[in-house]
């Protein structure tokens, strides 16, 4: 069987030329039935049945999480927050699912903003698998931007981590659901709006650093002693008219973290591009630029704070190296599509110090055939660890986003080939 999955491995390569395009198959129906809408916000195992459950906002007021089931359709619409519960006005921003008080019950924080730019935080306590929409919780300061949830203090209870006021960050612990405030940095940042702020390993002593965005275009390092933060790197922003949500990721496989770096040179995004600087380095390398499919230029979207320039990453094809998804516009038309970037061996000048670039799969028709795209994102839908995806498009006159999900038949293709 392994022999034969390999052999036919190698002759889809030939068959299909230097890369390999998989069929993906549109499960949606299976997955949802007919509850396909809303906006997928996170994912997490609610109900502590080893599954992962789906968090979606509806009409930017409501929360409803789509509990895995063993029948069709797989996720079932089984809690809600309802619109009712939020202040009239509150618009939801984010839902962030963790253990806050740490019961081992998984509990909901959401964000909102009421009448403002302000994030106000909600939190709701999971109790013996449900929600607890009595007792729930509005922390009494709000955030200037996004909180961060991390475990600050490292008692393996999640944190939120945020600026309370212009020139203050500060943590807010829950344990016995009270809010205890403390101060987070010993100096000010000044944080950019939207950060793009991060909680993850940096130096490689298995205790998450503070990763930071400030407004002057440069990302801190925060290393992490025992709680204690202490300033560290500074590294500007590459050369760009705008910068995208950073992402840190083990890129070429040398076992560092890399910083990858989503960006618009051009004024509109005319010229987009993926940079990346290697762990401790301060070069950025270009690890895709060329977003041009015939007579068509694609770019990033750029601006519409529904939705951030963001790579989402997953090894779509198990080789090891991490591929990405990404909504890309079509810069002559109306159309924005989700398209595959492939993690492949570096085939430029531009890429040379990482040996490593992103090719596009331009071709995927799948993808394709769903217009007006504003996110995607993997997901292992059948928890077979094999990556699918989930992407979210626009229909006119629909005030929620439609879900869509696709398999992966990364393993069938293969057989199906050898069948031949
Ligand atoms: C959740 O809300 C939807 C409508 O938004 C409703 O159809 C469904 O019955 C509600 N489910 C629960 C568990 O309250
Ligand atoms: C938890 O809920 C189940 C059914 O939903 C019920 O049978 C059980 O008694 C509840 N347990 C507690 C501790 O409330
Ligand atoms: C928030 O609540 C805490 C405790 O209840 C209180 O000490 C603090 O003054 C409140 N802060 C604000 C800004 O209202
Ligand atoms: C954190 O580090 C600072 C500066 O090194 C030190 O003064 C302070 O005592 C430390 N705090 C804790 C809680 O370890
Ligand atoms: C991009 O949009 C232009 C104008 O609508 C259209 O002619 C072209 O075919 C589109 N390109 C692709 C690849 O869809
Ligand atoms: C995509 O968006 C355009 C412009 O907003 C609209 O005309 C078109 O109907 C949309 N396509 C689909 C499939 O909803
Ligand atoms: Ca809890
Ligand atoms: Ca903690
Ligand atoms: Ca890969």
Not at 72 to 96: C, E, G, Q, R
Not at 174 to 201: C, E, Y
Request: aromatic share 12%; proline share 4%; hydrophobic share 40%.
């Amino acid at each position: 069987m392994c022999i034969f999955n390999l052999y036919s491995l190698a002759f889809l390569s030939l068959f299909l030329g230097q890369y390999n395009t998989f069929a993906l198959q549109d499960v949606t129906t299976d997955l949802f039935g007919a509850a396909n809408y809303g906006t997928v916000a996170a994912f997490g195992d609610f109900n502590s049945d080893k599954q992962t459950d789906i968090f979606v906002i509806r009409e930017q007021s409501e929360v409803v999480i789509f509990l895995a089931d063993s029948k069709p359709p797989y996720f079932k619409p089984k809690l809600n927050i309802s619109k009712h519960i939020l202040p009239s006005d509150a618009v939801i921003t984010s839902v962030v699912p963790g253990d806050y008080d740490g019961d081992s019950q998984m509990d909901v924080l959401l964000t909102a903003q009421i009448n403002s730019k302000k994030e106000t935080v909600f939190i709701f306590w999971g109790n013996n698998q449900t929600l607890d929409m009595e007792g729930w919780l509005r922390l009494n300061k709000s955030f200037t931007d996004q909180p961060l949830v991390m475990d600050f203090n490292g008692d393996m209870i999640p944190d939120i981590f945020g600026v309370t006021n212009p020139h203050s960050t500060e943590v807010c612990y829950l344990t016995n659901r009270v809010a205890v405030w403390k101060n987070g940095l010993s100096s000010t940042v000044n944080m950019r709006i939207p950060h793009s702020n991060a909680f993850i390993d940096l130096n490689k002593d298995f205790t998450a650093d503070l990763f930071l965005t400030t407004e002057d275009s440069k990302f801190e390092t925060w290393i992490n002693k025992d709680g204690n933060f202490t300033k560290a790197e500074v590294l500007s922003e590459p050369v760009a008219k705008a910068v995208g949500h950073s992402s840190f990721v083990d890129f070429d496989g040398d076992g560092y973290q890399d910083h990858l770096l989503p960006a618009c040179l051009g004024e509109n995004c005319e010229q987009s591009v993926i940079y990346l600087a290697k762990s401790g380095s301060t070069k950025w390398v270009k690890v895709l630029s060329d977003f041009q499919q015939r007579e068509t230029v694609w770019s990033f979207v750029q601006g519409n704070p529904s939705q951030p320039l963001a790579l989402h990453l997953g090894d779509y094809n198990l080789d090891g190296f991490p591929d990405a998804l990404v909504v890309l516009r079509n810069t002559s038309g109306s159309n924005r599509q989700a398209f595959l970037l492939e993690n492949v061996p570096c085939k430029n000048s531009d890429c040379h110090d990482v040996g490593r670039m992103f090719h596009i799969h331009w071709d995927q028709s799948d993808l394709g055939a769903i217009q007006n795209a504003t996110m995607a994102t993997f997901f292992d839908i059948y928890e077979d660890g094999i990556l699918d995806m989930l992407v979210l498009s626009q229909a006119e006159g629909k005030k929620d986003l439609i879900i869509h999900a696709l398999k992966n038949n990364f393993e069938a293709d293969a057989y199906f080939v050898k069948v031949m």
